[in-house]
């Protein structure tokens, strides 16, 4: 059975100044780096260890704690927790690490310009912006340009449903124009068919129900690929089994939620590969990488994936995330409403650069 992708365990100790520790933090390979005003989470232990016993921190409960001595223990506020409790939900979320509220913090005070302005707040918020986006890219192995801030997972899972289903109708209009016709699995030729999408079915809401609301509104055929009752993962096997002529895009989670089950996310996308070479219609790959980022190791090019979504409050951030894009409108199809660079639709705002 495949090793499922460990939780961190937070225990509690005896208030110390309101600043309470949380132990067996478990960080991605691929962090990135910290510049003083944008969270990245593999510099959150270093930074601490330099700088807990001689400075001053914003803890969760919004105050200042000085002086304390360090005790090699990364330390987080939790409030409305007793001494004698141990928060153990952290795949439903965790606690914001208090380098986080400070930067958030200095986001306000100072960058609260229009990152579009030439002026020095707007200025500053774009740099901020700027210097978050290579720390969330360098965190799972990509560029800065491949990565769109999002309101939260949800939003970016929706971004790539959004974008197969747009990009298989290009594809389709552009075969009409080149006067090709649409070969069935069966032989046959006719109208081109719905998009085909294919899940796993253990996958998050967010994807599950936009599945189910394209396949009530018959916007897109989907197919639920059921997991292994042995391994508990979904096998590579029988996602190609499932794979049709109208397949536009797979998408699996990377990390189970409930069972922390690895999925086979690099063999998959391999597989795939080689089947797109003898396709009309690539079939893109998304993989939902919440529960993953910060326990295990993510690469999304060793991965292979088009799309991989970064969930920010599975690993003490706020609720928010972002998407990457292999290469988005270039390499991978992009279709968003408008706005942030043409890529999302809502504008560059700097308290998104804490994912």
């Known amino acids: 059975m495949s090793e499922p992708a460990k939780a961190s365990s937070g225990t509690r100790e005896p208030r110390d100044h309101s600043h309470h520790s949380v132990d067996g933090r478990a960080l991605s390979n691929h962090s990135a780096a910290s510049d003083g005003h944008t969270f990245t989470p593999s510099r959150a232990l270093d930074d601490h260890h330099a700088h807990s016993h001689h400075s001053d921190t914003v803890g969760g409960n919004g105050h200042t704690h000085s002086g304390l001595p360090f005790d090699g223990r990364i330390h987080t506020y939790i409030p409305d927790m007793d001494e004698d409790r141990i928060y153990m939900d952290y795949n439903a979320t965790?606690?914001?690490?208090?380098?986080v509220i400070q930067a958030v913090t200095e986001a306000l005070h100072e960058a609260w310009g229009n990152p579009s302005s030439t002026y020095t707040p707007g200025v500053k918020a774009k740099k901020i912006i700027t210097q978050a986006r290579e720390n969330v890219a360098r965190m799972v192995g990509g560029k800065a340009d491949d990565i769109i801030f999002?309101?939260?997972?949800?939003?970016?899972?929706?971004?790539?449903?959004?974008?197969?289903?747009?990009?298989?109708?290009?594809?389709?209009?552009?075969?009409?124009?080149?006067?090709?016709?649409?070969?069935?699995?069966n032989g046959s030729t006719s109208a081109w068919p719905l998009?085909?999408?294919l899940v796993s079915n253990v996958e998050h809401d967010s994807v599950r129900l936009t599945t189910e609301h394209l396949l009530k509104d018959a916007t897109a055929d989907v197919t639920s690929v059921a997991v292994s009752k042995v391994t508990g993962r979904v096998e590579v096997e029988d996602v190609l089994a499932a794979v049709r002529s109208s397949t536009c895009l797979i998408s699996i989670m990377m990390a189970n939620n409930e069972?922390?089950?690895?999925?086979?996310?690099r063999e998959l996308c391999q597989?795939?590969?080689?089947?797109?070479?003898?396709?009309?219609?690539?079939?893109?790959?998304?993989?939902?990488?919440?529960?993953?980022?910060?326990?295990?190791?993510?690469?999304?090019?060793?991965?292979g994936v088009d799309y991989l979504t970064?969930?920010?409050?599975?690993?003490?951030?706020p609720r928010i995330g972002a998407l990457y894009v292999n290469g988005p409108g270039t390499t991978t199809p992009l279709y968003p409403c408008c706005l942030e660079g043409d890529?999302?639709?809502?504008?560059?705002?700097?308290?998104?650069t804490h994912p």
Not at 310 to 317: P, R, S, W
């Open 94 to 99: 965790t606690p914001l690490e208090p380098q």
């Open 150 to 185: 999002t309101s939260g997972g949800t939003e970016a899972n929706n971004l790539v449903f959004r974008s197969a289903l747009e990009a298989y109708r290009e594809s389709c209009r552009a075969a009409e124009r080149r006067g090709e016709s649409h070969h069935h699995d």
């Open 195 to 197: 998009p085909h999408i």
């Open 259 to 265: 069972t922390g089950v690895l999925m086979p996310i």
């Open 271 to 303: 597989r795939i590969r080689f089947v797109n070479r003898q396709r009309q219609h690539r079939i893109l790959l998304h993989t939902d990488a919440a529960q993953a980022i910060g326990k295990v190791r993510v690469d999304a090019l060793d991965l």
């Open 310 to 317: 970064i969930v920010g409050h599975k690993f003490y951030a």
């Open 343 to 352: 890529r999302r639709g809502a504008s560059d705002q700097a308290l998104r």
